[in-house]
């Protein structure tokens, strides 16, 4: 009975050590968060503006996009990313503009700093915002992010908060 099974056993064996030696080495499972990418993203804006243009606070929900790059420095990831919100009933209307990028990555989580201006209308601001990224699969990464941006135009200040979640592809 056992020389049944034997051809079994060596099978198995065999697929075995294939099934090791296949398994992913510590620095393949470590995410890779450099090269170039593009992104979808949604969100809810908050805006107001007060002064000449006065406008109360209120929330819009709004679509965006993101395109950039990332440098893999070692223990960081510096890159630049540029980003279009289309919040239309915004006091701000929509922004686009371009932030500097520093991320941290940990496994395969990325929490990042962004830094940057907005150049629509009213008038380019100061942009700045935190963040978190996963790497879900080697080209596929999901985020969510917080930014603030905040102008003084046409004897106004406008004020923008916006919270966003959203998918970059990595062309790798």
Excluded at 135 to 161: G, I, P, R
């Amino acid at each position: 009975m056992m020389n049944r099974f034997k051809p079994l056993f060596i099978c198995a064996a065999i697929v075995g050590a294939g099934m090791a030696h296949a398994q992913p080495t510590h620095d393949q499972l470590v995410a890779d968060f450099s090269g170039p990418y593009v992104g979808i993203k949604v969100g809810a804006n908050f805006s107001s503006a007060s002064g000449a243009m006065a406008k109360p606070s209120h929330t819009t929900f709004f679509p965006g996009l993101v395109v950039g790059y990332g440098f893999n420095l070692g223990p960081v990831v510096l890159g630049a990313e540029a980003f279009a919100d289309l919040h239309h009933g915004s006091a701000t209307y929509k922004d686009g503009g371009i932030d500097a990028k520093i991320g941290y990555p940990i496994d395969r989580f990325m929490p990042y700093a962004r830094l940057g201006v907005t150049t629509d209308w009213p008038s380019s601001a100061f942009h700045y915002g935190i963040g978190v990224e996963y790497q879900l699969t080697k080209n596929v990464s999901l985020f969510s992010e917080w930014t603030h941006d905040a102008a003084n135009a046409y004897s106004t200040h406008w004020v923008n908060n916006s919270i966003t979640v959203g998918a970059n592809y990595r062309f790798k």
